[in-house]
C-alpha cells in the first residue's frame, strides 16, 4: 500500500482481461490521462501486488469469481477499489458483481466517457480514502514517538533521582540495576501465580514497577552517616530519623508530580514504595504501622526485595551468607515480615534471583568504597564523643 510521499504523479491502472485486444481497448482509453499496465487473469493478482501498485483495476469480468474474491479478500489489494467491465447486463448479474465487492459496474460496448467518468469517480474516492488513512498512520506513528519519548524522558528521571540518591550509599554499587531486575522478577512471578492480577500487571506495568523501585533509595538523602551506615538495631532515636527521611522522601516525589502538574503512575509507584517499603505484614514496621493489604502491592514487593539484596550482596560488616540461607530467612518471615503471597512468588523465582545477583554482583572495589565510609562514619561519631582538649 502506497504512502502519501510514495504516489506517482499519475494515477497506475491495471486492466485485466484475458482477450488481448478488449485489454488494449480498455488501455487506450485511459493512455492519454493515467499510467496503464495490461494483463490476463493469471497474472492480475500478482500485477495487484507488485510495486508501485494499482490506484484502480479495471476486471474484464465473466466468471472471474475466484479471481474477484481473491482481489477482495487478499490484505495486500484489498483496498484498491475494482471496476468490473463486462457484457453481463440484467440486474442479477449487477447485484453479483457488487456482492463480489466491485465498487462500479460498466456493462459493454463501452463508452469512453462513462469509462473516463467512473474510473475518475472512484480514484476520487480512493484518494479521499487513502489521505484520512495516511493522516491516521501519521497521527499514529506521533503519539507513538511522543509516548517513546515521555518514557525515555520518564527513564532518565528516574534513573537521575535515583542516582543522586544512591551517592549517599555507595556510589560504585551496582545496587539499582539488581534493584531494577530484582522488581521485574519477582512481579512477573506474582503476576503469574495471581492471574485475577494479569490484567493490572501487564508487562508494560512490570517494567513500570522496575523503574519506580530505583527511587527506593531516595528516603536515604536526609540521613546522616551514623544512621545510614548502623547495620544494627535503630535505636528510638534512629527510628524517628528513619521515620522523618521515609516521609522526606514522599514528599519530595509529591511536589515532583504537583510540579508536573498531573499524577503520573510511575511517581505515584515511586511514592508508595519510598513510604511502604518499610512496612510490616504484621503491622510492626513504619512509619504508619500498616498491616496486611494495607500495604500497597508495590511497597510489600519492594519491602522483600530490598531484604533479600542485603542479605545477598556483598559487605565490609558482615560475612556474607549463603543463598540457601537468604531463601531460608525470608520464607520463615512469611506472615510477619512478608506478605505470604509475595514470599510465594519469590519461592518460584529464587533461581533467577540468585543469577541476578551473581551477575551483577559488586566488585572488590565496591566493596571498599562501603568499608572506607564505614570508617569514616566511626571516626566522625568517635571525634563527636571525644571530651573538649582541657
Known amino acids: 500500500m502506497r504512502g502519501m510521499l510514495d504516489r506517482l504523479e499519475q494515477e497506475l491502472i491495471l486492466v485485466v482481461d484475458d482477450a488481448v485486444d478488449a485489454r ?31 490506484d484502480l483495476i479495471l476486471l474484464g469480468w465473466q466468471d472471474d469469481y475466484a479471481l474477484c ?71 499514529e506513528l506521533e503519539v507513538k514517538r511522543r509516548t517513546r519519548d515521555i518514557q525515555n524522558l520518564q527513564d532518565v528521571t528516574i534513573e537521575a533521582m535515583a542516582s543522586v540518591a544512591v551517592m549517599r550509599d555507595n556510589p560504585s554499587s551496582r545496587r539499582l540495576e539488581r534493584i531494577e531486575r530484582y522488581m521485574t522478577c519477582l512481579t512477573a512471578a506474582f503476576a503469574r501465580q495471581q492471574p485475577a492480577l494479569s490484567a493490572s500487571l501487564s508487562e508494560e506495568r512490570i517494567a513500570q514497577l522496575g523503574k519506580s523501585a530505583m527511587l527506593h533509595v531516595i528516603d536515604r538523602l536526609t540521613l546522616p552517616d551514623r544512621v545510614l551506615l548502623n547495620h544494627g538495631e535503630p535505636d528510638e532515636n534512629d ?27 510511575f511517581l505515584s509507584d515511586a511514592k508508595d514504595i519510598v ?68 514470599v510465594l512468588a519469590f519461592v518460584e523465582a529464587t533461581a533467577e534471583f540468585l543469577h541476578i545477583a551473581e551477575a551483577l554482583a559488586d566488585d572488590a572495589a565496591a566493596v571498599g568504597v562501603e568499608l572506607q565510609r564505614l570508617e569514616d562514619s566511626l571516626a566522625e561519631n568517635i571525634e563527636l564523643t571525644l571530651p573538649p582538649t582541657p
Do not use: N
Not at 28 to 52: F, I, M, N, T
Not at 124 to 135: E, G, I, P, S
Not at 247 to 257: F, H, P, S, V, Y
Open 275 to 342: 513510604y511502604g517499603q518499610h512496612e510490616r505484614w504484621d503491622g510492626k514496621g513504619y512509619p504508619q504501622g500498616l498491616s496486611g493489604e494495607q500495604i500497597p502491592l508495590s511497597a510489600r514487593l519492594m519491602a522483600l526485595v530490598g531484604h533479600f539484596e542485603e542479605l545477598s550482596c556483598r559487605h565490609p560488616y558482615r560475612p556474607p551468607i549463603s543463598p540457601a540461607q537468604a531463601v531460608a530467612q525470608i520464607s520463615a518471615a512469611s506472615g510477619t515480615r512478608f506478605d505470604p503471597m509475595v
Open 24 to 54: 488494449q481497448r480498455l488501455g487506450a482509453l485511459l493512455v492519454d490521462r493515467y499510467q496503464v499496465r495490461l494483463v490476463g487473469s493469471k497474472e492480475a493478482l500478482h500485477a495487484a501486488r507488485s510495486r508501485p501498485q494499482p
Open 69 to 139: 474474491r481473491g482481489l477482495r479478500t487478499d490484505p495486500q489489494t484489498c483496498h484498491i477499489p475494482l471496476i468490473l467491465v463486462t457484457g453481463r447486463s440484467d440486474a442479477a448479474d449487477e447485484q453479483l458483481g457488487f456482492d463480489l465487492g466491485a465498487a462500479d459496474y460498466i456493462t459493454k460496448p463501452v463508452s469512453a466517457p462513462i469509462v473516463l467518468a467512473r474510473v475518475r469517480a472512484q480514484l476520487q474516492v480512493k484518494a479521499a480514502t487513502d489521505y484520512l488513512r495516511d493522516k491516521s498512520e501519521y497521527l
Open 239 to 265: 527510628l524517628r530519623l528513619l521515620s522523618e527521611g521515609v516521609i522526606a522522601g514522599r514528599d519530595a516525589l509529591q511536589r515532583a508530580e504537583r510540579k508536573l502538574g498531573s499524577v503520573t503512575d
